[in-house]
């Protein structure tokens, strides 16, 4: 283990196994302020009694430790364990792989943060008063859905959407739907409107919705995190529930102004992943993902069915790169015609797909639920990206099973 390249206040110290103990003493006493341990479960009492470190027994926890921190969140870790530490091999490669995949979005979030910071604190205070208002808790709101064991379907815009959505007309009164806002006209295209419609962009995204129905706005539940554009706070929504979508310490100043604190959903920043945790958070037994594709599956960013359906990507292969193009005014106005790395990843009918960076982090975000919640994540897309450890079937049969 080589600590030696780390930023002792910001970087984190891993050390595994009982017998290593005073390695973490040292670790501790030669100055790092962020140092843990970790230890097959049956040894966490003695561990307890014998160190004041954060403590992990499982390769969840040790990402619930590491993406807990607040600012400045750690870039590097330093990871060893010890001779007699009590894990297989394969367990301390899972340990490591786990780590690596939580600092990778640790970074992406802090291009975001460094991105988005002023603004996010701006929308903060100005939905403060709205947020005030309403003092809706997330997880009362699940409890319906938990007690009627009703699956989530989680309605993303990727391109699988076009030939899937029409699944939805057979299972409709045996699920929850709760969808990307991207895929909202896709919806009501089709004659369905969601349970929950999600938005956590700091960017106004009213265009999302100017093209639906008033009754297909009224008739959805609006989750909204707490720096959303202050416009959406406004739309006619049959309830709006808010809740705190940021990493730790960002806008947590809001509790301080309510009754009970926000509920936290911290999923890498992304509705779909956010719709997903939701799930697993209100302890619903199946979540079954359409439109998730975390791909540009046949060059495509969105279904044609989606409000920004005609947008594509052009490759420039000998740079690996790629570049938005087409779509809606508002979409190319974020993208700004920039080139960006392209990325592959597993393809659900066999080799590989493009994908890029964010894609990347939330299929990885994906691939770590499916493992922590055995048997509950189905991936029902039919394209896209292979979500390993999901059930990978079509949602009806995901349904009906």
Not at 236 to 243: E, L, N, S
């Amino acid at each position: 283990m080589d600590s030696q390249d780390l930023n002792k206040k910001r970087d984190v110290v891993i050390v595994c196994g009982l017998d290593v103990l005073k390695e973490c003493k040292d670790a501790v006493n030669d100055g790092n302020e962020r140092v843990v341990l970790v230890v097959p479960g049956p040894y966490r009492e003695y561990a307890e009694k014998h160190c004041d470190i954060p403590i992990a027994t499982t390769p969840y926890e040790l990402v619930e430790i590491l993406a807990g921190y607040p600012s400045p969140a750690p870039m590097k870790a330093a990871f060893g364990a010890g001779e007699h530490c009590g894990f297989k091999e394969s367990q301390l490669e899972e340990i490591n792989a786990s780590i690596k995949k939580t600092l990778e979005r640790i970074a992406a979030n802090k291009g975001t943060n460094g991105a988005f910071a002023d603004l996010w604190q701006h929308n903060a205070k100005e939905n403060l008063g709205q947020i005030q208002a309403l003092q809706k808790n997330l997880m009362d709101e699940g409890i319906q859905w938990h007690t009627d064991k009703k699956p989530m379907v989680v309605v993303g815009a990727g391109p699988s959407l076009d030939s899937t959505i029409d699944q939805l007309k057979e299972i409709r009164d045996k699920v929850c739907i709760a969808a990307v806002s991207h895929a909202m006209n896709a919806l009501e295209t089709i004659g369905i409107t969601p349970d929950y419609c999600m938005v956590l962009d700091a960017q106004d995204v009213q265009w999302h919705f100017n093209s639906l129905s008033a009754g297909t706005i009224r008739g959805t539940t609006a989750l909204l995190g707490a720096t959303t554009h202050p416009s959406l706070y406004h739309l006619p929504f049959k309830d709006i529930i808010p809740f705190n979508g940021n990493q730790v310490g960002v806008v947590d100043w809001i509790d301080e102004y309510l009754d009970e604190p926000l509920h936290p959903l911290v999923a890498g920043g992304n509705v779909l992943t956010s719709l997903v945790k939701l799930g697993t958070d209100w302890k619903l037994p199946k979540i079954c993902l359409i439109g998730a594709d975390c791909a540009f599956t046949a060059g495509k960013v969105y279904a044609d069915i989606t409000i920004d359906g005609g947008t594509r990507i052009t490759l420039n292969e000998e740079r690996n790169q790629f570049q938005y193009s087409k779509g809606s005014k508002e979409l190319q106005k974020l993208h700004q015609q920039k080139q960006h790395a392209l990325k592959t990843i597993p393809a659900i009918n066999g080799g590989t797909v493009p994908s890029c960076q964010q894609f990347y982090i939330y299929h990885a975000y994906l691939e770590y639920i499916a493992k922590q919640h055995p048997g509950s994540l189905y991936q029902c897309s039919e394209s896209g990206a292979y979500i390993n450890l999901a059930t990978h079937c079509s949602l009806t049969e995901a349904i009906n099973s």
